[in-house]
């Protein structure tokens, strides 16, 4: 028992890597912390995929005259547009934060919905008056 779990070592790494993503992701009120919890789930699944992608004794797939046992190409390819995809993920949301800290002078979860009922309270009481 303990060998097979002691022989997917790489497995439990990236399942607790994707528990504090998703921990930090929830958690946390600020929206800096949310968008380096979402990094650290985005670079858990990268992980997983190339974990996958490993085939042990595996070359790269050129085709020579002797057969040999080859890895597959794809889930490095794939990866590689996820790690693209993730850094522009993460400079749009750290656009947005920059944008939101401009418009509400916080980055915080909570302070950003008093703030946004405050503002709805005085709109309501204008339009009433």
Not at 50 to 68: C, D, F, H, R, S
Not at 107 to 128: G, K, L, P
């Amino acid at each position: 028992m303990l060998a097979a779990i002691l022989d997917h070592y790489n497995y439990w790494l990236i399942i607790f890597l994707m528990m504090i993503g998703l921990y930090i992701v929830v958690s946390r009120g600020n929206l800096i912390k949310k968008i380096v919890g979402l990094n650290i789930f985005q670079t858990s699944v990268f992980l997983l995929y190339i974990t996958i992608g490993k085939v042990n004794y595996g070359t790269a797939p050129i085709l020579t005259g002797q057969p040999e046992t080859f890895s597959n190409p794809l889930p490095h390819v794939l990866i590689l547009t996820a790690i693209v995809v993730g850094i522009a993920t993460t400079a749009l949301g750290l656009a947005l934060v920059v944008r939101i800290r401009e418009s509400y002078g916080t980055i915080e979860d909570e302070e950003i919905a008093v703030s946004e009922q405050f503002q709805a309270e005085s709109e309501v009481n204008q339009i009433s008056s």
